[in-house]
């Protein structure tokens, strides 16, 4: 529906390693090599990924070739499949020139070697090149070593070629993780307004959102949407209605008039994210004073909703960190809808958490329903506003938190949208459970200093956001789980890249 923020495809790199010395002493061994890389290609073959297959690479003079072909291929992450022993000379010059994360694949072509089949062969020579077959780990230790003294990052996923769903599924996240990570890398995120005066927590350094994630960060000016709402066609504004009523739950109290002006900023919003390709969009503005712009941002709230449904997340009180959270879990299809913590319930063990708007309503349970509002809480005006509770079942929490040494980190939580009793103002609401129950998961939560707000995604994804923090050289830490105290995945120590 909108303008996609980039036409980069995400890339990624694949190659195997062996040793050239040992394709004249075992007859067929390189060939069966090979065959075992070109399985991999097919496993890693998804919509939306580019796989750029180098075969084998067995000598320092291809490691070089490599090298300089992932990098004029823009790969965004190399997939090192380790076949048989190999030199590390042959796999430095490689991930050198190409400068991206790499995962290493210590696969074993099956659970095991057939010792007897393998001890009836009788030929020495045939023995040792089926054992070279099964040699993934030898070389895996010294490939490491060279790695870290280098300080290059990589990460592992050790298991089996065939019948191995669990390696296959965690190939599959790390994949996920990188194609988030491009996209970030080429968002366009709107800033539009200013800050809400005085939450200290929310204020970011928009260079340090740039070093960490990538992407543009575009200056807007309300004016410009101001504007833009003039602009919009009478015709327009009766299709948007239409939409609003096909999409939502419209209550009958609902004053016509104020569908109107929201849906005359939504077509307008439609028009400013198209302009300038934006991802995402953080916003807040009072307009006091000024009609055009007091009307523009009072109308604003369904707008918004019906942009993050559709894959440009728009978060409210110009929360820049929260409005990256949401893309984040809006590109694993997660959702990524506006929260923070509303009241805890104890003698249901929930915390009710909720926002006055945008709400990601695709996630909802339901149809989102829009009711008017006599006045917006802590804000300027008043007007048409959503309520809406995400689908019951898994989620997980995303904030990206500032640290007090200058650093971004992830942080997240799983827990569960459970069914009750929401309070029915006007604004998202859900109740949400937690492993530890609600006094250990918020004292956990707030240990990590996060701002007051965070995206919820549905389903559980903590394994992936914490692979696409360590792609990004970011820290993660998982609160709330049962079993154990809060989990970091201390990713990279060499800062942003």
């Known amino acids: 529906m909108h303008a996609k923020s980039s036409n980069s495809e995400f890339t990624v790199g694949l190659f195997g390693i062996g040793l050239d010395v040992y394709w004249p002493q075992f007859e067929g061994l390189k060939q ?3 065959a075992y890389i070109d399985r991999v290609e097919q496993q890693l073959q998804k919509p939306g ?6 075969g084998l690479v067995d000598s320092p003079e291809k490691a070089f070739e490599a090298g300089h072909e992932f990098r004029r291929r823009d790969v965004d992450l190399i997939l090192l499949y380790v076949t048989t022993y190999a030199l590390s000379s042959t796999v430095l010059p490689v991930v050198r020139r190409a400068k991206v994360p790499v995962i290493i694949l210590n696969l074993t072509p099956s659970a095991a070697i057939d010792y007897e089949w393998f001890n009836r062969l009788n030929d020495r020579t045939k023995m040792t090149g089926e054992w070279l077959a099964y040699c993934q780990a030898c070389p895996v230790p010294e490939i490491a070593n060279v790695f870290n003294r280098c300080h290059i990052p990589f990460f592992q996923v050790t298991g089996m070629l065939e019948g191995d769903p669990a390696a296959w599924n965690e190939v599959a996240e790390w994949l996920e993780a990188g194609c988030v990570a491009h996209a970030l890398e080429h968002n366009r995120l709107g800033v539009m307004g200013h800050y809400y005066g005085g939450m200290l927590d929310i204020y970011s350094d928009l260079t340090q959102q740039c070093a960490y994630f990538g992407g543009h960060i575009e200056v807007i000016e309300v004016d410009e949407l101001s504007d833009l709402r003039k602009r919009v066609a009478g015709q327009d504004v009766k299709r948007r209605v239409a939409e609003f009523r096909q999409r939502f739950d419209v209550q009958a109290d609902c004053p016509e008039e104020e569908l109107e002006l ?7 919003l439609d028009a400013l994210v198209e302009r300038h390709r934006l991802g995402s969009l953080a916003y807040y503005y009072q307009g006091t004073g000024n009609k055009d712009n007091e009307e523009t941002i009072r109308s604003i709230i369904l707008g918004t909703s019906w942009l ?13 960190q929260n409005a990256q959270a949401m893309k984040i879990m809006d590109c ?18 929930v915390i009710l958490m909720g926002h006055d708007g945008p709400a990601h309503i695709a996630i909802g349970e339901g149809k989102t329903k829009v009711r008017p509002l006599k006045v917006y809480h802590g804000k300027v005006g008043r007007g048409l506003s959503v309520e809406m509770t995400v689908k019951h079942g898994p989620v997980t929490l995303l904030s990206v938190v500032q640290t007090s040494d200058g650093k971004l980190k992830l942080l997240a939580a799983e827990g569960e949208s459970v069914p009750g009793p929401i309070l029915e103002i006007g604004n998202t609401n859900s109740r949400y459970r937690f492993g530890k129950g609600i006094r250990a998961f918020m004292n956990e939560w707030n240990a990590e200093g996060p701002a007051h707000h ?4 549905v389903g559980h994804i903590s394994s992936k956001l914490q692979k696409l923090a360590s792609l990004l050289r970011m820290d993660c830490v998982v609160v709330g789980a049962h079993d ?11 800062g942003p890249q």
Request: hydrophobic share 35%; aromatic share 12%.
């Open 32 to 34: 069966r090599l090979e």
């Open 49 to 54: 990924t580019n796989v750029v297959n180098l």
């Open 262 to 268: 929201s849906a005359r900023t939504s077509v307008a």
């Open 308 to 320: 993050t449904a559709h894959g440009v997340p728009v978060a409210g009180e110009y929360e820049v």
């Open 332 to 349: 694993f299809r997660a959702g990524g809808s506006f929260t923070e913590y509303y009241a805890a319930d104890f003698n249901n063990d």
């Open 454 to 457: 965070c995206a919820v995604g």
């Open 484 to 494: 154990s105290t809060p989990r970091g995945c201390a990713s990279n120590p060499y």
